[in-house]
């Protein structure tokens, strides 16, 4: 299994480069000029000695792969830039903002797991249920919802109404009640229906008539032979909910005033402060990127298949 | 699954496919079906309750709300058929080379695809506004550009079982030319498993248009985009909370009824999707 992480792990690092021109090239093809936008944020009269100044300050006058080069090894070195707004370098700013967003993204993640899992396992044990039947609904609610109506709704009724809950900003436990629920939502919604699918597969399968026959108790057999195997195609897609969380994440950070990256990101993008934009992408990816890491390692380790397979081969 | 066959769930289909019918006819019939014009100010009638005239009030701008969410249809139905129609194009002319050419050529693109992948792909399309700018052309190009590569995938996968499949080979047999094989024998049934695939993804890309709106990185105001109109409306979620209500309602309905369908044809499909797609 070791030898298929580091495989997972060596392919990384080129991928994350190729993405890393991929981002440069668009910055560059794109219908702004760097130079402008660095005069107009720096309250700079963009006079043509003015604009040829900063270019060759930014490195614009130089070819487009002495360019990137440049970046690569300041990238390397974990400098990706000064923000042309904050004049500050654009990675602290990014890791100032970062905690806030994680903590949101993982509250709501692990409250995805939370509820999702005991949802998912008793709809289908109680197969065309009550409890079924209403999961099946909040699973179409859920997908159908915006996140940022939602969040709207929840402020309306708990902070607007009721007053028991805080409407923005980021504190205590209270604060966070809001924000996790609304992102969490979704693939909260995703997931139980995706576990009561997997569930239903699994406890027709051979092995659990088999262990039945045995005489094994049910809730072993339910732990140990279905619920194990089922929660593969789960984690799985625990991957691309990842994706999902980050990429909603920025709409909650805006609607509940949530001092996290993405609300950084969104301003950086009206500003078009583009070291910003360039350096929130990359971290947004290499964030992403991780976590199918850590799944894909975590659902080689749950089917054996794979641990084994991987390794007769290695 | 199920209860496929199941009364609620063929009234829910039935349910959804009216609210379609109704969506695409206001789209169509707005400026018949909204009575006043969607963007015109009329500062003394601002923040009106619902009453003659404009049954469902009017906004901080005296906007008839009415109005602007029937308008909001067209833009919702418009980007959405834009954005489907590029990915289309877009997903063919890739997947179809890739598995048609083989060799290098199919490397280099499935490459491309797994780059695209890799990006979590609402925080792409928030980059790609910021390098194209914001509007409602840029909003289409960035959602398509993030969500061609799946497409050409799964193109790229049904082209290669189709190559194989007797009757090609038959027309391969007979003399007929690759790019006549290729219109004839191949390109229809791809083009029927992509717009099937489409479907089940519309209200997903709908939900990314209107959050970039929302964010004011989408479609810009005036337009009466309902994700445009939450926003707006932001600082009166304390004084008048239906101007939030109704816009995210609708999208709300319409993300919901493109769902709807779009879970049965899933079902469907199901085996044909598992084994031959992603």
Same mark, same amino acid.
């Given at each position: ?18 993405? !890393? /021109?991929?981002?440069?090239? &668009?910055?560059?093809? $794109?219908? =702004?000029?760097? @130079?402008?936008?660095? *005069? ?118 708990? !902070? /607007?109404?009721?007053?028991? &809950?805080?409407?923005? $900003?980021? =504190?205590?436990? @209270?604060?966070?009640? *809001? ?83 993405g609300r950084y990101a969104v301003s950086a993008i009206y500003n078009r402060d583009y070291p910003v934009m360039q350096c929130f992408t990359l971290l947004m990816t290499v964030i992403f990127v991780g976590c199918n890491l850590a799944v894909d390692i975590l659902y080689a380790w749950l089917d054996p298949r794979i641990r084994f397979g991987r390794e007769n081969t290695a | 699954m199920s209860c496929e066959g199941s009364p609620v769930r063929r009234g829910l289909l039935v349910a959804a496919l009216v609210v379609i019918g109704a969506l695409a006819a206001a789209a169509l019939l707005a400026p018949w079906v909204a009575p006043h014009d969607p963007t015109a100010i009329d500062l003394a009638r601002k923040l009106q309750p619902p009453g ?227």
């Amino acid at each position: 299994m070791w030898g298929y992480v580091g495989r997972r792990i060596l392919v990384l690092g080129p991928m994350l480069v190729l993405v !890393s /021109v991929v981002v440069f090239l &668009l910055l560059r093809w $794109g219908a =702004g000029d760097p @130079a402008l936008t660095y *005069l107009r944020l720096s309250q700079i009269p963009p006079t043509p000695q003015a604009l040829a100044d900063a270019r060759s300050a930014l490195g614009l006058d130089r070819p487009l792969g002495a360019q990137y080069l440049g970046w690569l090894a300041r990238a390397v070195r974990l400098d990706f830039g000064t923000s042309y707004v904050t004049r500050r370098p654009v990675l602290g700013d990014l890791l100032y903002y970062l905690p806030a967003t994680l903590e949101l993204a993982g509250v709501s993640l692990l409250l995805t797991i939370v509820v999702s899992v005991p949802l998912g396992v008793l709809a289908a044990l109680h197969r065309e249920s009550l409890l079924d039947n209403l999961t099946r609904v909040l699973a179409f609610t859920g997908v159908s919802m915006p996140s940022f109506w939602l969040g709207f709704l929840l402020v309306y009724a708990f !902070s /607007v109404q009721l007053h028991w &809950l805080p409407p923005m $900003g980021r =504190g205590g436990v @209270a604060h966070l009640v *809001l924000p996790a629920i609304t992102l969490a939502l979704m693939s909260t919604c995703i997931n139980i229906r995706l576990l009561r699918g997997s569930l239903l597969e699994h406890l027709h399968a051979r092995s659990v008539l088999y262990a039945r026959v045995r005489g094994i108790r049910e809730r072993w057999v339910i732990g140990r032979h279905v619920l194990q195997n089922a929660l593969i195609p789960v984690v799985t897609a625990l991957g691309m909910h990842i994706g999902e969380l980050l990429g909603g994440a920025v709409i909650v950070e805006i609607i509940f005033a949530w001092p996290g990256v993405g609300r950084y990101a969104v301003s950086a993008i009206y500003n078009r402060d583009y070291p910003v934009m360039q350096c929130f992408t990359l971290l947004m990816t290499v964030i992403f990127v991780g976590c199918n890491l850590a799944v894909d390692i975590l659902y080689a380790w749950l089917d054996p298949r794979i641990r084994f397979g991987r390794e007769n081969t290695a | 699954m199920s209860c496929e066959g199941s009364p609620v769930r063929r009234g829910l289909l039935v349910a959804a496919l009216v609210v379609i019918g109704a969506l695409a006819a206001a789209a169509l019939l707005a400026p018949w079906v909204a009575p006043h014009d969607p963007t015109a100010i009329d500062l003394a009638r601002k923040l009106q309750p619902p009453g003659k005239g404009c049954f469902l009030g009017t906004d901080h701008l005296g906007r008839d709300l009415w109005s602007r969410l029937v308008y909001g249809a067209r833009v919702s139905i418009g980007t959405v058929v834009a954005i489907v129609a590029l990915i289309l194009v877009l997903s063919l002319a890739v997947g179809c080379t890739a598995g048609y050419a083989g060799g290098w050529v199919d490397a280099l693109l499935m490459r491309a695809c797994d780059l695209f992948l890799t990006f979590p792909t609402f925080i792409l399309a928030m980059f790609l506004i910021g390098v194209l700018g914001t509007g409602l052309v840029n909003v289409i190009l960035a959602i398509a550009f993030t969500h061609w590569a799946w497409y050409a995938r799964i193109v790229r996968a049904l082209v290669l079982t189709l190559k194989q499949r007797n009757y090609v080979l038959a027309a391969r047999v007979a003399g007929t030319s690759r790019g006549r094989i290729l219109i004839r024998h191949i390109l229809p049934p791809v083009l029927a498993q992509l717009a099937i695939l489409a479907t089940l993804d519309i209200g997903h890309m709908m939900l990314h248009v209107s959050g970039l709106s929302f964010l004011g990185l989408g479609v810009q105001p005036p337009t009466p985009e309902w994700g445009v109109m939450i926003n707006d409306a932001r600082q009166y979620v304390w004084t008048q909370p239906a101007l939030i209500l109704y816009p995210g309602l609708m999208i709300f309905l319409t993300v919901m009824a493109f769902n709807i369908p779009g879970d049965h044809l899933r079902d469907v499909l199901d085996p044909v999707v598992r084994t031959q797609g992603a």
